[in-house]
């Protein structure tokens, strides 16, 4: 038996609360464009798989799941995608990337819903990056016809499949302030 | 001073883990398209303003923030929503929705991209919401013709803006199974 200063049933309530209240609003509020990665510090494909993972939990227009995923460690092949893609330059300090490569739905009702799918399963990845302390950034592909037609090249990523956007992966090594805030103009409400 | 069984240090270490490394997954794989809602348990104005601060801190290209939003509390707008959007019927019991609004870009670096920002915008609010105890439903509008020409005219909303989605939100009245999952036949390793 140890003494505590408090109870630590007020210790487990206290952090009960902010485990279920605070982290996810701190997570998305942490999100940064990481540009720059600190090297030698590798992205594992346990840490991977579990960015995966979140990629393929996102919903999608009936359940279609209009996605697959290349996940790079390889150096000269991130190298590669710096060369090829004028906004993913950060890949060259990155420890990995994920190609996130869209496959256009073919049945009526979901066609035409896969860049909002591919976007919420980019996001997913973004942010359970967050949580196991890695940086992301996030570089459009689609629907820049050029980048696709590189990207192909470099993947062997025929159509119908497209590729949608690369994720620069890495241990941050810069602190960017946050981009995002809360617009009170760009809300109506109706009550 | 209290007696506890085991160090409160011991303990504050053992959330910490928790806290950084599980919840960000858990409410990714705690998310489920919520389509029955309890009644009587209003959403506030506040949760709606941090629904609203989450999707506002959701990336965009080049920053653009190509969104607004419509977040209807008012009973007898939310059963409108359910009369002209055939997948929206949810929101006959739902106590608030929020429509996001796309604000397609105009300058030639993120033109294109208001899908899958949008999208992201989108993924944030659903999340957010498990974290605040809410249940939603992700309802796609674009790129439906006869989707956005509804919605168009029920909120009075005029191009270049396009209704994207409709999200329903409430107190989840059921408990469907996850329908996300990791499926390694989608990912190819370049290590």
Redesign the interface.
Known sequence: ????????FE??DT?KV????T???E???N?R?IRKFESGKPVT?EQ???L???A????S?C?S?P????????RE?LDEIARVHPYAQMCKTASAAIIVVAIPQTDEKPA??F??????A???I???A????LGTC?C?V???DERIADLRKL?NINEPKIP??VIAIGTPAEEPN??????KA??????
């Open positions: 038996m140890k003494v505590c200063p408090i109870s630590a210790i487990i952090l902010f485990c279920y209240n982290p996810m609003n997570i998305i509020k999100r464009s494909r991977l798989d579990q995966l993972e979140a393929m939990l996102a919903p227009a359940n799941r996605w697959e995923f290349i996940a790079v460690t390889k092949t035409g819903y860049p909002q799918d591919c976007g919420a980019t996001q997913n973004l942010l359970e967050v949580a196991l302390g996030w459009g689609y629907p820049r993947f949608f956007c946050a981009r995002g805030f809360f617009e760009k809300v109506t409400y109706v009550d």
